[in-house]
């Protein structure tokens, strides 16, 4: 079955740029039209949409975050990823990937990777 | 930005059916979504597309959507229930997806 991994550093100091990865195995970024997506959740929060890159190459972001964030994918690795420069402490946040079947909800998560900005 | 609104809480006796609402503009004419998110967990689809269940999950779990709010409702609420529950759609006019702020659901 298709599954997601997280993957990149747990911690990162303010200012840096957070870069994580996300591997897909089951299937292939390239194909069935699906939308691969970040989403973070704050602690304590709620979900937030980062963004997602289509099968297309075609990427979406949150407006929120628009100037800030890049995502992009590794076809041959069958990963996708995403840096977002300059953060700060606010961007200390759960990291998940996930698979948008189509505008069909995100029928398939990662187990999610921990992320905190701090010195 | 699109804007849905949940209840904080909603809280409700074993056996019972449970509804949480997700409120937006207009929301009949959007496809909804609803997540179930158990504390150190992922979130999981438990509703697509207004009403549809994935695999596996219960037909306990049904949802419905009209005109500016959309409901989940969980019937025969069991103790494994109690979790987040996230509502979403796909607001095509600006292809932002777009969460709802989550809604605690407590069995008593």
């Known amino acids: 079955q298709v599954q997601l991994q997280e993957s990149g550093p747990g911690l990162v100091k303010p200012s840096q740029t957070l870069s994580l990865t996300c591997t897909v195995s089951?299937?292939?970024?390239?194909?069935?039209?699906?939308?691969w997506t970040w989403i973070r959740q704050r602690p304590g929060k709620g979900l937030e949409w980062i963004g997602n890159?289509?099968?297309?190459?075609?990427?979406y972001y949150n407006p929120s975050l628009r100037g800030r964030v890049t995502m992009s994918e590794e076809r041959s690795k069958n990963q996708f990823s995403l840096k977002l420069p300059s953060v700060t402490a606010a961007d200390t946040a759960v990291y998940y990937c996930?698979?948008?079947?189509?505008?069909?909800?995100?029928?398939?998560w990662g187990q999610g990777t921990m992320v905190t900005v701090s010195s | 930005s699109y804007v849905l609104t949940q209840p904080p809480s909603v809280s409700v006796a074993p056996g019972e059916t449970a509804r949480i609402t997700c409120v937006g503009n207009n929301i009949g004419d959007k496809s909804v979504h609803w997540y179930q998110q158990k504390p150190g967990q992922a979130p999981v689809l438990v509703v697509y597309n207004d009403s549809d269940r994935p695999s596996g999950i219960p037909a306990r779990f049904s949802g419905s959507n009209s005109r500016n709010t959309a409901t989940l409702a969980i019937s025969r609420v069991e103790a494994g229930d109690e979790a987040d529950y996230y509502c979403q759609v796909w607001d095509t006019t600006s292809d932002e997806r777009v969460f709802g702020g989550g809604t605690k659901l407590t069995v008593l």
């Open positions: 890159i289509h099968y297309s190459g075609t990427t």
């Open positions: 089951g299937d292939s970024i390239s194909s069935g039209g699906y939308y």
């Open positions: 996930a698979r948008d079947n189509r505008g069909n909800g995100f029928d398939i």
